[in-house]
Structure formats: C-alpha cells, structure tokens
C-alpha cells in the first residue's frame, strides 16, 4: 500500500539580514531529504530572501550560502509562497522575486495546515 507523502509548511519572517533565514531554509532542506513535502511561507522582511540578487549577500557560516540553500529548495521542487501585502509593502512585483516564486495570501497554507500538515516558523 502506498503511503501519501507528508507536508511541511516552514514560515520564515527574518530576511537577509538574520541567521534564522539561513536556518530556516536548512530546516527545510532537510524535509525534502526526509521524503517531505516542504512549502516555505515568507512573510515580514522573509519576502526579502527572494527578492533578486538580495540571497547573495547572506552566507551564514558553517551553512551553505543562502543564495545556493534557495536555488536547491526550488530546483528539488520545493514551494515559495511570499506574502502579498509583504510583497506590496516593500514596492515589489513579480518580477522583482527569484523565478519560481508566488505571490499569494495565506489560503494556501492554511489548506496544507487543515490537512494535517506539520508547521515550523523562522
């Protein structure tokens, strides 16, 4: 019998300027490792890690840099949802953000979180 994979919803609120970003986003890898199904939220300044070329100034040691943590969440099929109001606020568009991300409410994490999805925040 096969078993569904489960989720894991990781919020992260501290952007390119905080460890926990870079620590979140290890969290997450690890999920994906483990056979989860990871979606990273990123509300408050977390908006900030995907915002083209801002992941590359951040490189917690002895992490990987934040840049390439990103590029591996999205290339190993991770979701990024990035808060629209956060978004908005902070004069930012689609385009501004790393390919691959979406800009939506909190809908769509709240249907995982119903489903019984596992949440983490950062």
């Not at 989860?36 to 990123?42: A, E, G, H, I, T």
């Not at 385009?95 to 596992?118: C, F, P, Q, R, T």
């Amino acid at each position: 019998m096969q078993t569904q994979q489960r989720n894991l919803v990781v919020m992260i609120t501290h952007g390119i300027d905080h460890e926990l970003s870079s620590a979140g986003l290890t969290i997450a890898l690890g999920g994906i490792t483990a056979g989860l199904r990871v979606s990273l939220f990123l509300t408050s300044s977390g908006v900030d890690i995907v915002r083209r070329g801002a992941a590359s100034t951040t490189h917690v040691q002895p992490l990987e840099p934040l840049a390439a943590m990103l590029a591996d969440f999205l290339r190993r099929g991770g979701t990024i949802w990035a808060c629209t109001p956060c978004v908005k606020s902070r004069g930012y568009t689609s385009e501004n953000l790393l390919d691959g991300v979406v800009v939506a409410g909190a809908s769509g994490m709240h249907e995982l979180i119903k489903d019984g999805a596992a949440t983490l925040s950062f």
